[in-house]
């Protein structure tokens, strides 16, 4: 009997583990009528909180492709100036509600997703503000690198408002670089 509760509670506590990584920070509102068609394509990370699995990087950006699968194929680049070499990493989104509203899971670890949240985008689809599943994670993103200010000001103004500490945030350089092999 104690073994058989044991695992019921590693079950109950592996999936709330889990599922946490799938939330939404207090006060986010994904996007609603998000079109991914629109979406797909090349992305340049002009701002960022910054963490382990992209320190060091400049010149990052995020491809997403819808995949005859049915999920999204995310390819994340960047340029690493201490080790001069190009470094990316494969992926794969779902959507965790309707494909109409910007919520999905990605995921580059075999079965661990996390959030990401599409909480403010422009009708041409041309600057996106996305968040993890919690205030730790933040990008501004842009299909430009070299954005308006009026965009950058609007994203630090609503992540503030939003709790994220924009005090933290970085902004990746975007320069002529070595290209990367394909």
């Excluded at 599922?19 to 609603?32: Q, Y």
């Excluded at 509600?97 to 997703?113: C, M, Q, R, W």
Aim: charged share 20%; net charge positive.
């Amino acid at each position: 009997m104690l073994k058989i509760m044991f695992k019921i509670t590693f079950i109950a506590i592996l999936f709330s583990l889990l599922s946490a990584c799938t939330t939404v920070p207090d006060g986010v509102k994904p996007v609603e009528k998000f079109n991914l068609s629109k979406y797909q394509g090349k992305w340049y990370e002009i701002a960022r909180l910054d963490h382990s699995f992209e320190r060091g990087l400049e010149q990052v950006t995020a491809e997403y492709q819808l995949m005859p699968e049915g999920y999204v194929k995310v390819t994340n680049r960047g340029f690493s100036t201490q080790k001069q070499t190009w470094s990316e990493a494969i992926g794969k989104a779902k959507f965790v509600e309707a494909t109409d509203i910007g919520f999905l899971k990605v995921s580059f670890f075999g079965p661990f997703y996390g959030s990401y949240v599409i909480f403010e985008l422009d009708k041409q689809y041309q600057y996106s503000f996305v968040a993890g599943p919690n205030t730790s994670y933040l990008w501004l993103l842009s299909r430009s690198p070299t954005p308006d200010k009026a965009v950058v000001d609007k994203f630090l103004s609503m992540s503030k408002d939003l709790g994220f500490d924009t005090n933290e945030i970085i902004f990746p350089v975007h320069r002529m670089l070595p290209k990367q092999n394909q």
